[in-house]
Nanobody, 124 residues
Framework: VQLVESGGGSVQAGGSLTLSCAVS????????MGWFRQAPGKEREGVTI???????LYANPVKGRFTIAQDVAKNTVYLQMNSLKPEDTAMYYC???????????????????WGQGTQVTVST
């Protein structure tokens, strides 16, 4: 399974970005898919996950602002980010966990496959 993120960039606070994660090698709908982020000097943290049934879970800091979606036909997972804040600045990673179910966990250690990351920078 290969994951390739795209869509990162620089934006002013209050702006929006959409990240994409192209999945190859296996149907993305067969995995628990997640978005994670890591800011300099901080640990990698879960942002949101979506399971094979389309159920989603969001970290508190992004609830109501970020949306994860999956296009099964394109084998791509998206992260729509609205009302961006400077504290959203980080490297964003797409990840996949085998089995299709997330079991309500965004622990990075439970995910098997990772993309290379895409940088998101939010300025004031």
């Amino acid at each position: 399974v290969q994951l390739v993120e795209s869509g990162g960039g620089s934006v002013q606070a209050g702006g929006s970005l959409t990240l994409s994660c192209a999945v190859s090698g296996y149907p993305s709908s067969s995995y628990c898919m997640g978005w994670f982020r890591q800011a300099p000097g901080k640990e990698r943290e879960g942002v949101t996950i979506i399971n094979a049934a389309g159920n989603t879970l969001y970290a508190n800091p992004v609830k109501g602002r970020f949306t994860i979606a999956q296009d099964v036909a394109k084998n791509t997972v998206y992260l729509q980010m609205n009302s961006l804040k400077p504290e959203d600045t980080a490297m964003y990673y797409c990840a996949a966990r085998s089995g299709g179910w997330c079991y309500g966990s965004m622990s990075p250690g439970l995910f098997d496959y990772w993309g290379q990351g895409t940088q998101v920078t939010v300025s004031t």
